[in-house]
């Protein structure tokens, strides 16, 4: 051997030392054969069930690392050497070399061209061999190495390292993917623990959302529970309105992950992308992400990422969907977190449904309370306004009523170009046959709408936009209508707003009957009130003046028509009164009857009318001296009169009593058939003290005994029973 090539294969000897992998040891043993060998080409090959060439190298050229692949040894050598001769050559049992396991085949090429071929064979005994194949190595050199056992000897070693290389990177690889197998596991149990610790997150959201104060609270806060509890970057909640093919931003996230309010944007749903249209339109899928999109910023692009559609849906319905991307910390969306939002949009979707329901109800119910409880139709109208503006977030709204089924509408409230309330109560004008409000008292359970139309306030165009009107009707009649417009923030009309404008009409409709059915009870009631006060106030009347004239009949029927003073019954009612007084307090009671003295020959002298003016002139005279409250004076029969007195001495009563007989004796009334040329009185007086033990005819008949003394004794005197007589004049 010469000094040259031992120097090699002690200097690879070396560098064998150094090498770490295959791939070094390959190269280093490659770099050997080149230089001692001088080969046009070098292939290492390992043996299978196929050549698997490990590398290739030209000469003049880098070696080249083929990674074990199922490499086609034509297309390798590039001298349209196949694949099976080589495999021949391998395979030849006659050596070269006592030393080296070395076999030669001389193999012509396509173009019919001798090549000598080399290959060394290193291999144990159950064992993967290890192939070198040499093209056209210099012979001289090949002729050393059949007859020294020390390359041999240097490619066993390669030989030997090369396997224990190979093991250790096979065990190197098996520790790696032990190792990864392990990290894997450690990490799905860590997403397992998160997405249990979510889970019970998500438990707390639903629980919060449901609670919450309002349905735009509840989108609030299900766009900021996925960012704050969920840890999940940019989120949006977008509403879908299928009937009019439009969709509804709720609240959003800015780029710097705060919260948005984004309700004035709207779109219409065909400007969705494509994929986005098909799984929320013609796929019953929960999420769809999307890789490698553009990331939003309202219309501005700010960044490329995924983009998570969490679909949002009530059994076939659609209601729509949470939009989230990573924008802002760019991390990859877990396969667990995909479950987790999709539990979160059947929660959600839920949560919406019966808030919603909720909403509306309560909505409606104190709606209901704040109608009820006004006064008047107006009054109702007024608040209706009102609350279709504020609760039911209506631009602008007015309301008409009709009281002839709707020939003849008449204003109430309605809403001026900036949104103030205003008063129409001044407007009413016949219906007109080709208005909004015609087509919809031909249509009385839907909303009639028109999309672009001019918006009017007093008369003028203010705007455009859609207006639409509900009838307010019962089954027998219209009753008015609610009219709505967009003129200040340019809302669309959402389906649901429609269903609950529609209920709202229909509880209007109802509180405004009942209400004008109070009216009408109470102005029926109220004339009612009115014609029993006035038929009352006749029969008030017309009591009064029956009772003036019973009053006036009773004084009648207790006054003598003739002389005008107290007559019989007069008499005999007021001396039950006064006995039954004077009995109770033991006191005195005085009776006087007097008679005038010869008047049936008075009356027949004079005749009848004299007569009666005779009697008018004595009883006069006899009023005039017994005018106090306790005493009555009566005529008693005829030509009778009776006193009755009480308080009074029988010398005061007799005394009086002389009065009045001397005032009629001084007038001298003529009386040509009495002995005194002239009428006079006689009188008879009775007083007792009055107990129970008596009877009430005593005191009459005592006074009729002393008057009929009286008379016994010459007429023209008192007489008092008891006391003696006392002469007239």
């Not at 001396?575 to 307090?585: F, G, L």
Request: proline share 2%; aromatic share 8%; hydrophobic share 35%.
């Amino acid at each position: 051997m010469n000094d040259f090539l031992l120097d090699k294969i002690i200097a690879a000897q070396h560098a064998f030392l150094s090498c770490h992998d295959t791939k070094s040891l390959i190269t280093t043993t490659s770099h050997f054969l080149s230089q001692s060998l001088q080969p046009d080409d070098i292939l290492f090959c390992i043996e299978g069930d196929q050549f698997r060439c490990l590398a290739q190298h030209k000469a003049g050229k880098p070696i080249h690392h083929l990674d074990c692949s199922k490499t086609n040894l034509d297309s390798a050598s590039n001298n349209d050497i196949s694949s099976e001769k080589l495999w021949s050559l391998a395979k030849q049992e006659k050596q070269l070399s006592p030393y080296l396991p070395i076999t030669y085949l001389q193999i012509n090429d396509a173009d019919n061209k001798k090549q000598d071929w080399y290959c060394l064979k290193l291999q144990m005994k159950n064992k993967k061999g290890i192939f070198i194949f040499l093209r056209s190595p210099s012979n001289e050199i090949i002729e050393f190495w059949k007859n020294d056992p020390l390359p041999s000897a240097l490619m066993m070693q390669f030989f030997h390292l090369f396997q224990k290389l190979r093991l250790n990177s096979y065990c190197n690889v098996q520790l790696t993917n032990r190792d990864k197998k392990e990290a894997l596991y450690l990490q799905k149990i860590q997403q397992q623990q998160e997405f249990s610790s979510k889970i019970l997150k998500l438990q707390e959201i639903t629980q919060e959302l449901i609670s919450s104060s309002s349905l735009d609270n509840l989108y609030k806060n299900s766009v900021e529970a996925l960012r704050t509890i969920l840890g999940f970057d940019r989120t949006g909640l977008i509403l879908v309105d299928q009937n009019q093919q439009l969709i509804y931003f709720t609240y959003g996230t800015d780029i710097e992950g705060k919260t948005i309010d984004e309700s004035t944007l709207i779109y219409d749903i065909e400007a969705l992308p494509e994929q986005v249209q098909h799984a929320v339109l013609h796929t019953e899928k929960r999420i769809e992400v999307i890789n490698n999109t553009a990331l939003y910023d309202v219309d501005k692009v700010v960044g490329i990422g995924w983009n998570a559609i969490v679909i949002l849906r009530d059994g076939d319905n659609l209601i729509g969907w949470i939009s989230i991307d990573n924008l802002l910390n760019h991390r990859p969306l877990l396969s667990y977190e995909k479950e987790l939002l999709t539990l979160y949009s059947s929660m959600l979707s839920t949560a919406i449904i019966q808030k919603r329901e909720e909403s509306n109800i309560k909505l409606l119910h104190s709606s209901a309370l704040q109608l009820s409880h006004q006064v008047t139709e107006l009054d109702i109208c007024k608040t209706a306004v009102e609350i279709t503006r504020k609760k039911l977030r209506i631009d602008r709204a007015a309301i008409f009523l009709s009281y002839d089924n709707g020939k003849t509408i008449f204003g109430t409230f309605g809403t001026d170009a900036s949104g103030q309330l205003t008063d129409e109560s001044k407007f009413h004008e016949p219906l007109s046959k080709h208005s909004l409000l015609t087509l919809a008292k031909s249509m009385p359970h839907q909303l009639t709408f028109e999309a672009s139309a001019p918006l009017y306030e007093n008369g003028k165009v203010v705007g455009h936009g859609w207006n639409a009107a509900l009838l307010l009707h019962t089954q027998e009649q219209v009753i008015g209508f609610l009219v709505i417009d967009n003129l200040i923030n340019k809302r669309s009309l959402t389906s649901q707003t429609e269903d609950l404008l529609t209920l709202f009409v229909s509880n209007l409709a109802e509180i405004i009957t009942r209400k004008r059915a109070e009216e009408s009870v109470y102005r029926f009631n109220n004339e009612l009130e009115n014609l029993v006060e006035k038929r009352t106030s006749e029969l008030a009347r017309v009591n009064d003046k029956l009772e003036e004239s019973n009053r006036k009949l009773e004084q009648l029927s207790l006054v003598d028509s003739l002389t005008g003073i107290a007559n019989r019954r007069h008499f005999d009612k007021n001396y039950k009164k006064e006995w039954a007084k004077a009995c109770r307090n033991n006191q005195n009671l005085s009776a006087v009857m007097l008679d005038i003295d010869y008047f049936k020959a008075y009356n027949d002298h004079y005749g009848h009318q004299l007569g009666d003016q005779c009697l008018k002139d004595v009883a006069n005279i006899v009023q005039q001296h017994f005018r106090r409250a306790d005493e009555l004076v009566a005529r008693y029969g005829g030509e009778e009169f009776i006193i009755l007195l009480t308080h009074s001495t029988p010398e005061q009563v007799k005394k009086r009593v002389q009065g009045a007989i001397d005032e009629l004796y001084t007038i001298n009334i003529n009386h040509r058939e009495s002995p005194l040329q002239r009428v006079t009185l006689s009188a008879g007086i009775a007083t007792l003290n009055i107990h129970k033990r008596m009877l009430p005819a005593t005191l009459i008949k005592w006074a009729d005994e002393a008057l009929y003394q009286a008379k016994s004794e010459g007429r023209n005197k008192v007489v008092h029973k008891g006391y003696e007589h006392i002469n007239s004049l």
